[in-house]
């Protein structure tokens, strides 16, 4: 054989040979981060973790009962705050916006993506807690929202971009407007695709924890409005698995794994979405 044609299989045999091995290295230390999680956190989930208050200082038992409810508040905030501005956005660049004002406005989102999430909380603290003096719940969504919003901006634009041109040429040929083209044509054939951007948003900031230490800060307690602090599961996790108490380690483990759980069926569900592809109206 010849030496360069030798050296050249060698070398795509050995490249073949450490892509394969980077890959089960990489599932191998997932399925030990999953296992760790549910070693250490399963056998701390019970029905008192999902019903009951937090148990006082020093004293074992207890559950997360507000800070799953506090998460639940936070991130339906941050949907209601976060996607409707993604979405309109996204719209823009699709349909209405020139290269350059695109450029600016896809750059700006992916240096606001790329952001470290502390940062978007300083942020919030500056705008939604300094100026009132009071840590809330609105805090917390509105700086989950503003993480959301990147997120739901780019992956939207790119499915309305996949919808076929053809569908818009021919609404447009048949008397429809601008607006009712978007609005019965191109955004019902992308529909799977943007409901999975906004999945994957949502479990993007699902568990973020800095944001919500400078907005929603937390709270032991029910928390009876939204102009409240509130706990949350990120927050819980930080404050437990820093505590000395053997028993408060524990439920930090059982918080991570049911936080992990809401990920894990999250992307599960964008993905069998996503699968199906682009709906094409008739």
Not at 165 to 173: D, K, N, S, V
Not at 190 to 214: H, K, N, S, W
Not at 260 to 277: E, M, Q, T
Request: proline share 5%; hydrophobic share 55%.
């Amino acid at each position: 054989m010849n030496p360069r044609l030798r050296w050249r299989k060698f070398v795509s045999n050995f490249m073949l040979t450490m892509t394969g091995l980077c890959a089960v290295v990489a599932v191998s230390v997932l399925f030990f981060i999953l296992g760790y999680l549910v070693y250490y956190g399963g056998t701390s989930i019970s029905w008192n973790f999902f019903t009951k208050l937090p148990a006082p200082v020093g004293e074992t038992g207890g559950g997360m009962a507000n800070a799953i409810v506090g998460s639940a508040k936070l991130l339906a905030l941050a949907t209601l705050f976060g996607v409707p501005i993604g979405f309109l956005g996204a719209i823009y660049l699709a349909e209405f916006s020139g290269s350059k004002v695109a450029f600016v406005v896809r750059y700006a989102a992916d240096l606001l993506n790329g952001a470290p999430s502390i940062v978007i909380g300083i942020f919030a603290f500056s705008i939604a807690v300094h100026p009132f003096k009071q840590f809330s719940t609105l805090a917390g969504g509105f700086a989950l929202g503003i993480m959301m919003i990147p997120i739901t901006l780019r992956s939207t634009e790119e499915f309305l971009l996949a919808v076929p041109r053809t569908l818009r040429e021919g609404a447009m040929a048949l008397g429809a407007s601008k607006w009712k083209t978007i609005a019965t044509v191109i955004v019902p054939a992308a529909y799977r695709g943007i409901l999975t951007a906004i999945l994957l948003a949502f479990a993007r900031v699902a568990g973020e924890t800095a944001p919500l230490l400078f907005t929603a800060l937390g709270n032991r307690y029910w928390s009876r409005g939204w102009t409240e602090p509130t706990a949350s599961l990120p927050v819980m996790i930080y404050n437990y698995g820093l505590s000395p108490y053997e028993d408060w380690h524990r439920q930090a483990w059982a918080a991570g794994l049911v936080l992990l759980a809401l990920i894990l069926v999250i992307n599960i569900v964008a993905r069998a979405i996503l699968s199906r592809g682009i709906s094409v109206p008739r």
